[in-house]
């Protein structure tokens, strides 16, 4: 049996199975399905992506041929075998040894990369930023003002704090209860809260300016987790020499893995794809590495 698959996209997992069901005209238990990106609402209508499967059929291969019987050959009498012989044993076992290819052995530059990195020690717990003073300049007001219309219409009472570090970025802090509905998956509602506000504080101004939003520290702990994944993955690739391709990330999230394995030896990252699904590939390489954003 021959398998074929078809690609197909949909608002939602079961929208995207069922147009692939009605183009091939088969039922739902003759097919496979395999979710390659499941579909995203985003937050406010920012990072919307539609849900993407792939569906896997079967085709009866044709019958081969059957080769013409070849004409009976006459029957001779069946002669009773020769009697084993022991003593023999020996001699055929070592000829089976000298017949068993000898096991390659890798090249050592190999070996030494994948202990390496498998017995990379564990990245340290970064330790907590220092933000400083809170800022009050006429800036931080229009953040907080901004912020807690936002807050106040997404139904929470956290509290808004700004700080300005030395390189004249703002960082704007969520204290509260209950943060975890806004940060979001993988930081999603938290990354659309902050685009929101950049373009509202920037909108018609003359110069930008950048400004984070935390929430419980998250951008650190995600930092620290983007770090373990990455010497996680690279250590797969080095000892299975295969590449590996990650879930999709933002800039940052990608400057964080090429960051982190840039000097890894036989191991070379790139990214492929487009915003919002644009993935980080770590690839392996025996001649060294090099990395794109």
């Known amino acids: 049996m021959t398998t074929k698959f078809i690609d197909v996209t949909g608002k939602t997992e079961d929208e995207a199975v069922a147009k692939a069901l009605a183009e091939l005209g088969l039922e739902r238990e003759e097919v496979s399905v395999e979710i390659l990106e499941r579909a995203k ?4 209508g920012i990072g919307a992506s539609p849900a993407k499967v792939r569906v896997s059929y079967g085709l009866a291969d044709e019958p081969a041929k059957a080769p013409p019987a070849a004409p009976a050959a006459p029957r001779k009498p069946v002669q009773a075998p020769p009697p084993e012989r022991p003593e023999k044993a020996p001699r055929a076992e070592k000829r089976e040894e000298r017949r068993r290819p000898e ?66 970025r703002y960082k704007a802090v969520l204290e509260g209860e209950k943060l975890g509905a806004l940060i979001g998956r993988r930081g999603e509602t938290l990354d659309a809260i902050q685009q929101l506000t950049n373009y509202s504080v920037n909108r018609g101004g003359e110069k930008r300016v950048r400004i984070h939003v935390d929430a419980e ?37 990608r400057h964080v893995i090429h960051t982190v394995l840039q000097n890894v030896e036989n191991v070379t990252t790139y990214s492929m794809g487009t915003e919002p699904n644009r993935r980080v590939i770590v690839a392996y390489d025996r001649s060294g590495g090099r990395q794109q954003q």
């Open 41 to 44: 609402k985003g937050f406010l």
């Open 103 to 168: 096991r390659r052995e890798r090249p050592q530059r190999e070996e030494r990369a994948e202990k390496a990195v498998e017995a990379a020690a564990p990245l340290p717990v970064l330790p907590p930023q220092d933000l400083g003073e809170i800022c009050e300049d006429e800036k931080a007001a229009q953040i907080v003002e901004f912020l807690t219309g936002l807050l106040r219409h997404m139904g929470s009472e956290a509290q808004v704090k700004v700080y300005r570090n030395e390189e004249g």
């Open 217 to 253: 520290n998250y951008r650190l702990k995600r930092e620290q987790s983007l770090q373990h994944l990455a010497m996680k993955v690279a250590a797969k690739v080095v000892k299975y020499k295969r590449n590996v391709t990650l879930e999709p990330m933002n800039a940052y999230e």
